[in-house]
C-alpha cells in the first residue's frame, strides 16, 4: 500500500509511459504502477546498494522482475533513452537538480514528476530556466506537507512570475484546502519568528512583507 505521497505522483504518471524512478529506495513505485497494469515496463534506479539490493528483492518478489530493471546506478547517468517519464522523489533540491543536470539534452515531450523535501522555489525557477513546463502540480499532507510537480520538456516555456516561482503556477490558482491550509501554517510559523525579534528589525520588516504577500496573495 503506497503512501499518499507516492500514490500521489503514481496518479501523475500516464498509461503505458515507460518509467525511470531515480532514488527508487524499496522500488514501491515502479512496482505499483506495474501492478496495478498502468505500465509495462519501468528501471528502478539507485546508486547506493542497500536501496538498490532492496529494489532488486521486492521486485523479485512481487513477481515483477520481467517489467523493472533495478539499476545500481548515479541518478540518470544510465538511464536508458526509452525511459520518457522520469521520477525524482523524496530528495532535496540540490540533489534533485544535480541529478536533472546530467542530462543536459533531453528530447522534447520528455516527462518528469519531481517532489523534492525543501526547496521547491527553487526547483520551479530551475525548471523554467531549463525549458520544463509545469503542467500539474499537487499538494498533499501526509505528515508533511508534500508538493509535486509534473513537468514536460518543451521548445519553449511559459516564463513563470514571481508569484508562480513562489507558490505554483497552478496551486496558487486551484487554491485548494490543503494548500490554504499549508500556507496559513506557514504565516503562523513566520509571525512567530517576527514577534520573537526586536520591533522594527529589519528581519522583522522583511518578515512582515513577506507574511503580508502570503495573505495577499491567498486573498487574492
Ligand atoms: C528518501 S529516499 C526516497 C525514496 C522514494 N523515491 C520515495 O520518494 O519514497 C531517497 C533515495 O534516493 C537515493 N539517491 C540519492 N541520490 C541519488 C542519486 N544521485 N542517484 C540515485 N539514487 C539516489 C538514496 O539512496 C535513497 O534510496
Known sequence: ???????????LVETDKIVADIGTDHALLPVELVLSGKIKKA???????????????????????PFIEAMLSDGLSS???????????????????????????????????????????HLRRYLMNGSWQIIDEKIIFDAHYYQIIKAVKVKSVVRLKIEDIDYGP???????????EYWQFQIQKLQKIVDQLDRGSKRGQQLQKQIHSIKVMLNG
Open 170 to 180: 497552478i496551486l496558487r490558482k486551484e487554491k485548494n484546502p490543503v494548500f490554504t
Open 79 to 121: 538511464v536508458p533513452q526509452d525511459a520518457n517519464c522520469w521520477v525524482i522523489a523524496g530528495m532535496g533540491y540540490d540533489t534533485a537538480a544535480m541529478i536533472l543536470d546530467q542530462r543536459p539534452t533531453v528530447t522534447l515531450g520528455q516527462q518528469l514528476i519531481v517532489q523534492v523535501n525543501h526547496g521547491v522555489e
Open 1 to 11: 500500500m503506497l503512501s499518499l505521497r507516492l500514490k500521489t505522483i503514481e496518479e
Open 43 to 65: 528501471y528502478a534506479v539507485d546508486n547506493k546498494n542497500g536501496p538498490f539490493l532492496r529494489a532488486q528483492q521486492y521486485i523479485k518478489t512481487m513477481g515483477c522482475e
